[in-house]
């Protein structure tokens, strides 16, 4: 009898632990791509916040300083590390520059946003920023846009 009891422990550990590793926060190198990533979300006016995107349909990305009503953009143009995951390699245009790029992107739950994103390597945005699942690319359309909804909570709150 206690060697089912203990054979039915272990199962259920194994169990557990298997649905634990597949439903972790492990980084997934593809979650970068196509989705609008900010250091904080802004709830004041004029309150300044970095905001970050790298395309999957296209090589570029950029680094965007704003508020919710005005911005400045620097774009990049990047080559995939093909053997490196979390690697890209950044070109900026208008410096002549090249950086590597190195990040982690992973489920989360900060802060109330679902991902967050450490980057290291470049001189540019900041070390860690979040988005949420409603932020992909493809949904929100562009960094304007994204600004735009978080404005519209902010008017709501002006009248």
Same mark, same amino acid.
């Given at each position: 009898?206690?060697?089912?009891?203990?054979?039915?422990?272990?199962?259920?550990?194994?169990?557990?632990?298997?649905?634990?590793?597949?439903?972790?926060?492990?980084?997934?190198?593809?979650?970068?791509?196509?989705?609008?990533?900010?250091?904080?979300?802004?709830?004041?006016?004029?309150?300044?916040?970095?905001?970050? *995107?790298?395309?999957?349909?296209?090589?570029?990305? =950029?680094? #965007?300083? &704003?508020?919710?009503?005005?911005?400045? @953009?620097? /774009?990049?143009?990047?080559?995939?590390?093909?053997?490196?995951?979390?690697?890209?390699?950044?070109?900026?245009?208008?410096?002549?520059?090249?950086?590597?790029?190195?990040?982690?992107?992973?489920?989360?739950?900060?802060?109330?946003?679902? *991902?967050?994103?450490?980057?290291?390597?470049?001189? =540019?945005? #900041?070390? &860690?920023?979040?988005?949420?699942?409603? @932020?992909? /690319?493809?949904?929100?359309?562009?960094?304007?846009?994204?600004?735009?909804?978080?404005?519209?909570?902010?008017?709501?709150?002006?009248?």
């Amino acid at each position: 009898m206690r060697t089912k009891w203990l054979l039915a422990l272990v199962v259920t550990v194994a169990v557990v632990a298997f649905w634990r590793s597949r439903t972790s926060d492990a980084p997934n190198p593809k979650l970068v791509f196509d989705r609008f990533w900010v250091d904080h979300e802004p709830h004041a006016r004029g309150e300044h916040f970095k905001v970050f *995107f790298v395309s999957g349909e296209e090589p570029f990305g =950029r680094f #965007v300083n &704003r508020t919710m009503w005005t911005g400045l @953009w620097e /774009a990049f143009h990047y080559h995939v590390k093909p053997a490196h995951d979390g690697v890209i390699d950044v070109y900026f245009g208008e410096t002549n520059e090249w950086q590597q790029l190195r990040y982690a992107a992973r489920p989360c739950r900060e802060q109330g946003f679902d *991902f967050c994103l450490d980057v290291a390597g470049t001189s =540019r945005g #900041v070390k &860690r920023y979040y988005s949420k699942k409603e @932020w992909g /690319a493809h949904t929100v359309g562009d960094v304007d846009t994204l600004a735009e909804r978080l404005a519209a909570k902010d008017a709501a709150t002006v009248r």
